[in-house]
């Protein structure tokens, strides 16, 4: 991914710019997850629809979180 492509995603949710889940790769939903978790940032009701349609496709991978302090 290029560094302009990353800065384009910038302060943007998941549901802006990632594409339908069956294209991602696998780690992709989970590291979003754990970031969410992590920070504890807030989601939407769209960035979590397309947070869990990932993590759905593999439900017994497991997310370790340390929250930040």
């Given at each position: 991914?290029?560094?302009?492509?990353?800065?384009?995603?910038?302060d943007k949710d998941p549901s802006t710019w990632m594409p339908p889940s069956r294209q991602l790769p696998l780690p992709v939903p989970h590291r979003l997850g754990h970031r969410q978790?992590?920070?504890r940032l807030t989601?939407?009701?769209t960035?979590?629809?397309?947070l869990a349609e990932g993590l759905a496709r593999c439900?017994?991978?497991p997310i370790h979180v340390?929250?930040?302090?």
């Open positions: 991914m290029s560094a302009a492509s990353n800065r384009s995603k910038a978790t992590r920070y989601v939407d009701p960035e979590q629809a397309v439900p017994d991978l340390t929250l930040a302090r």
